[in-house]
C-alpha cells in the first residue's frame, strides 16, 4: 500500500517497535520518523518489531514533517484537540476513505501522520495535512498510547470505504497525476509569504497565524500541481512588478 506512516518526534522506542511490528501487520513498508528523541535501532525497539526489525532497519529520517511529507499527495494527521481555525476534525471513515481514494492511482503516495506521545501535533503542523483524524474516546481520558492508535488506524485502513460516506468534496474527482505534492504546495506558499511580507499586506508578528488560515484553505480544497504551478508563477510576476524601476 502506497502509504507512509509518519511518527513526529517519538520518545518511546517500545512504541516505535510495536508501530513498526503493525506496519508489518497491515502490509506497510515506508516508516518515517521526524526528529526522534530514542534510538529507534536499539534493543528495546526491536525487541517489540519481533519479525519487523527490517523496518526498523530502513525507516527514514527526517528534520521536520515539512519534509517528510513533501512527496505525498494526501496526508491525514491525528489529533485529540484542534484549535477552531484549524482544518475540521474527520472520523475515521471519512478521513482515511479519502485518504485511501487516491492511493491506487499512479504517482499518488499518502501519508498518515502521528505525533508526539506527550503532547501531540502542534497547529502548524497539523495545517500541513488535508484532514485531521480523530478517534472517538471517552472524554474523561481522550488520550491513546500511540502505537494503540496507530493500530485502530491501520486496521481501519484495511477496510473498504463505506458507501455511506459522504465524499469530501463536491467538486468533480481529480485525476490523480494532477494531485499537488506536499513539497510543491509548501514551497508556493513560502513565495506568496514573502511576496505579501514585501508589499506589506503581510507583517512580521501576524504573518505565520495568517498564512495558517491560507494554509487550512488550500488544504481544503485538495489543489491540483497545475494550479500550484500558476500560483507561484503569479507570485514571481508580481515581486519582478513590484521591483522594476518605474520609468
Not at 131 to 136: A, E, I, T
Request: hydrophobic fraction near 45%; include cysteine.
Amino acid at each position: 500500500m502506497s502509504v507512509a506512516v509518519v511518527l513526529v518526534e517519538p520518545a518511546g522506542p517500545l512504541n516505535v517497535g510495536s508501530v513498526a511490528r503493525l506496519c508489518a501487520n497491515f502490509n506497510i513498508h515506508d516508516l518515517r520518523l521526524v526528529a526522534p528523541r530514542c534510538d529507534h535501532r536499539g534493543e528495546e525497539a526491536r525487541l517489540m518489531a519481533v519479525h519487523a526489525e527490517a523496518l526498523l532497519e530502513r525507516a527514514r529520517l527526517f528534520p521536520d514533517l515539512a519534509s517528510a511529507v513533501a512527496d505525498c499527495t494526501r496526508v491525514v494527521a491525528t489529533s485529540g484537540r484542534m484549535e477552531p481555525e484549524g482544518l475540521p476534525l474527520s472520523g475515521p471513515a471519512e478521513a482515511l476513505g479519502w485518504l485511501q481514494a487516491a492511493l491506487p492511482e499512479q504517482g499518488c503516495r499518502g501519508a498518515l501522520v502521528f505525533g508526539r506521545e506527550d503532547r501531540g501535533l502542534t497547529n502548524q503542523e497539523l495545517l500541513q495535512a488535508g484532514r485531521v483524524l480523530r478517534l472517538s474516546t471517552d472524554g474523561a481520558y481522550a488520550s491513546l498510547n500511540l502505537s494503540h492508535a496507530v493500530a485502530i488506524c491501520l486496521h481501519a485502513l484495511q477496510q473498504p470505504p463505506a458507501a455511506s460516506v459522504p465524499p469530501a468534496s463536491t467538486a468533480p474527482p481529480q485525476a490523480a497525476e494532477e494531485l499537488c505534492r506536499r513539497g510543491d504546495l509548501e514551497a508556493a506558499l513560502a513565495d506568496a509569504e514573502e511576496l505579501l511580507l514585501e508589499v506589506g499586506f503581510l507583517y512580521p508578528h501576524t504573518a505565520e497565524a495568517r498564512m495558517g488560515k491560507l494554509r487550512a484553505l488550500l488544504q481544503r480544497t485538495q489543489v491540483r500541481a497545475s494550479e500550484v504551478a500558476l500560483l507561484r508563477g503569479m507570485v514571481r510576476q508580481l515581486r519582478w512588478a513590484t521591483q522594476r524601476q518605474s520609468p
